[in-house]
C-alpha cells in the first residue's frame, strides 16, 4: 500500500455495487477523488470476461477471480460440507456470473420497503433505476424496460437446440399449469413465452459486465483503482469512518455477503461474543450481523445429448477446433457460441392444487404464509443449458468425475424463497484472507418428508425425456432408485450453492438482527454497506439485476 493519502470516498469493495457507485460519482462530480480497494485482478479487455461463455473457466479450484469458502459440515446435507463461490475481482461477480438476464418479482422489492421497513425501496420506486442501466434489445417499446442505458440486454448469439426444445416441452407438458412471464408493468424479465435474455450486447457478443461500462469506459482520473489488496478494517474516529487511507467525507463498505460483515467485524462492529473471541474491541453492538446468511439452493440435473446438437461441452473443455470455430465468429460478427451463455429458456412457477399435493402438508403452511396472498411470487425457478446447469444449460455443469465427454444438457431448479439461514464470522482479527466461521444452512428447515426438491427433480426429468435431443440420463449422477426416499437422499448429497448469497449486513431494524435501514449503519457517520449483503430477504432470481439496482440507487 502506497503512503497514507486521503479521498473524499473510498469504497472497500471493487465488485457490482462497488463499481457502479465509484463510476457515478465520479462522472457526477469530477472534483471528487475515489479510491477503490478491490482483493481481486483487474479485468480490463481480458476475453475470459468479455466472451460470455467462458464463465466455468472462472470456477477452477485454481482460479484467482473467485473466491471458495466451505461451510461446515451439516447434518441437513448428510455430514458433507459445501462450497460456496463469489466473484473476486474488479465488477465481482457481473464479471464472472452466467451473465443471465432476470429481475426479481415486485413483491420481492415490496417485502423490503413494507416489511423490512426500508422507505424508498419499494418495487415501484425501484424500477426507474433498473430501466436506467439497460439498453434491452428483445423488444421495443415494453414500459418496464430502458432502451439508453449501458449495459445490453439480448438473446445472445446463438439459439440452441435444447433452449429451443426446452421450451416446446413447456408449451405442452402442463397447458393447465400458470407461469410467470412478464405483462406491462410487471417486474419479472423473462419474456412471454420465452425466456431467453441474457447480458449479452447483441451488436459485439461481449458480457455486460459493470467495470466495462462504468469504470473502464471512459477516462476517470479522479478514480484510483487498487488491486491485489484485502481491507483489514474501517478505523473509527469516535463513530466516525476514517481508514489508514483517509476518507473525508465516506466510506463505502462493497465487498458482498461474504466480505462486508468481516471488514464490519475486525472493525469493531458486530456481536460481541463473535468480537471477543477474536480479541476486537467492540465499537458498535449490532447483534444480527452475520446471522442471516441466504442463498438459493440448486440442482443441476445431467442428461447426456444428440451428438449432432450444439452445446458449450467442447467451448468450455478446451476442445481446439470448437474454439478456433466459433473464437473466429465471435471476433469477426460477435456472435456464434462464444457469444452465448448456453441458457436459453426458463420458467418461474408456482404450484398447482395438484403440485401443492404432491409435495404434502410440510410445505402447505409456508404456501399459506407467504405464497398464497402474493400472485407475483414463484416457488421455483426451473430452465434448461446447454452445458450442465439449470434452466436447461446446453453443457455439462456439474461433478467432472462424472463427464464422459461427448454432448449434454442439464436441467435445473432452485427454490425461491428457502427458509434455512446460515451464519458468518471471522476468526481472525487481523487476516482478511483467514477461512471464515461459516455455516450455509441449507436444507436444515427442509425436514425429512417435505418434498418440494423431489417434484423438482421429477418434473425436470419429464421434460428432458420429451425432448428430441434427449439420449438418456448420465450414468451415476442421478438417484438410485425412484422412490421419495432414494431420490431425498440424492438431493441433500447433491444440491449446491447458486452463487446468489446475500443477507448477511440486512437492512432492517436493530431488532430484528438488521445493521440498519437502506444503506446506513447503525451507531456510526459516513459509514455505508452497498452490496447484495443489505438484501433482508430473498428475491426470486439471478442477483446481478438486484446487485445493480442496490448500486445504481441514489443514496439517501
Not at 441 to 469: I, T, W
Amino acid at each position: 500500500m502506497p503512503a497514507p493519502q486521503t479521498y473524499d470516498v473510498i469504497i472497500a469493495g471493487g465488485g457490482t455495487a462497488g463499481c457502479i457507485v465509484a463510476g457515478r460519482l465520479a462522472d457526477a462530480d469530477p472534483s471528487l477523488t475515489i479510491l477503490v480497494v478491490e482483493a481481486g485482478p483487474p479485468t480490463r479487455n481480458d476475453v475470459l470476461h468479455l466472451q460470455p461463455c467462458r464463465y466455468l473457466h472462472h470456477l477452477r479450484p485454481e482460479s484467482t477471480t473467485v473466491r471458495f469458502h466451505t461451510s461446515a459440515k451439516s447434518d441437513a446435507l448428510g455430514g458433507r460440507e459445501m462450497v460456496f463461490p463469489c466473484g473476486q475481482c474488479i465488477g465481482g461477480g457481473s464479471s464472472v456470473n452466467f451473465a443471465m438476464y432476470t429481475r426479481a418479482a415486485a413483491a420481492d422489492y415490496d417485502e423490503w420497503a413494507k416489511v423490512h421497513g426500508n422507505s424508498g425501496w419499494s418495487a415501484a420506486e425501484l424500477l426507474p433505476f433498473l430501466r436506467k442501466c439497460e439498453s434491452y434489445e428483445l423488444e421495443a417499446g415494453k414500459e418496464t424496460h430502458g432502451y439508453s442505458g449501458p449495459l445490453k440486454v439480448s438473446s445472445g448469439g446463438f439459439y440452441t437446440e435444447v433452449g429451443k426444445e426446452f421450451l416446446d416441452v413447456a408449451a405442452e407438458y402442463d397447458k393447465t399449469r400458470g407461469r410467470l412471464t412478464t405483462s406491462t408493468g410487471s417486474m419479472n424479465a423473462t419474456s412471454t413465452g420465452d425466456g431467453r435474455s441474457q447480458w449479452i450486447s447483441a451488436e459485439t457478443g461481449k458480457r455486460s459486465d459493470i467495470p466495462h461500462h462504468y469504470i473502464y469506459n471512459a477516462e476517470h482520473p479522479n478514480i484510483t483503482l487498487l488491486d491485489g489488496f484485502h481491507v483489514k478494517r474501517v478505523i473509527f474516529e469516535g463513530t466516525k469512518a476514517v481508514t489508514t487511507a483517509r476518507a473525508k467525507r465516506l466510506v463505502v463498505v462493497s465487498a458482498g455477503a461474504f466480505g462486508s460483515p468481516g471488514i464490519l467485524e475486525r472493525s469493531g462492529v458486530g456481536q460481541k461474543a463473535v468480537l471477543d473471541r477474536v480479541g476486537v474491541a467492540q465499537v458498535v453492538d449490532l447483534p444480527g450481523l452475520g446471522e442471516q446468511y441466504q442463498d438459493h439452493q440448486v440442482i443441476f440435473v445431467p442428461y447426456v445429448a444428440a451428438p449432432e446438437i450444439h452445446t458449450l461441452d467442447g467451448v468450455v473443455t478446451g476442445d481446439k477446433l470448437e474454439n478456433d470455430k466459433w473464437n473466429k465468429e465471435w471476433e469477426e460478427h460477435g456472435t456464434g457460441l462464444i457469444a452465448h451463455n448456453g441458457i436459453d429458456s426458463g420458467v418461474k412457477l408456482r404450484p398447482t392444487e395438484k403440485d401443492l399435493a404432491a409435495i404434502g402438508p410440510a410445505f402447505r403452511e409456508r404456501w399459506e404464509s407467504y405464497y398464497a396472498a402474493s400472485p407475483g411470487k414463484p416457488v421455483i425457478w426451473f430452465g434448461n443449458a446447454a452445458l450442465q446447469v439449470h434452466s436447461t444449460y446446453e453443457l455439462y455443469l456439474g461433478d467432472m468425475s462424472k463427464y464422459k465427454g461427448g454432448k449434454n444438457f442439464c436441467i435445473v431448479w432452485y427454490l425461491q424463497h428457502p427458509v434455512s439461514l446460515g451464519r458468518l464470522h471471522i476468526t481472525s482479527a487481523s487476516d482478511p484472507s483467514a477461512p471464515l466461521d461459516f455455516y450455509g444452512g441449507f436444507l436444515d428447515e427442509c425436514p425429512r418428508g417435505r418434498r418440494a426438491p423431489h417434484v423438482g427433480y421429477k418434473l425436470s426429468r419429464e421434460f428432458a425425456r420429451r425432448m428430441p435431443s434427449y439420449r438418456g440420463e448420465l450414468v451415476g449422477a442421478h438417484p438410485t432408485a425412484d422412490d421419495d426416499e432414494a431420490v431425498e437422499d440424492w438431493v441433500r448429497a447433491t444440491v449446491m450453492s447458486a452463487w446468489h448469497s446475500m443477507g448477511t449486513c440486512a437492512m432492517k431494524p436493530r431488532g430484528k438482527g438488521g445493521r440498519g435501514l437502506a444503506v446506513n449503519v447503525y451507531g456510526t457517520e459516513g459509514l455505508k454497506v452497498v452490496d447484495m449483503s443489505i438484501c433482508p430477504s430473498n428475491v426470486a432470481a439471478n442477483t446481478y439485476s438486484t446487485a445493480i439496482v442496490i448500486g445504481r440507487k441514489r443514496r439517501r
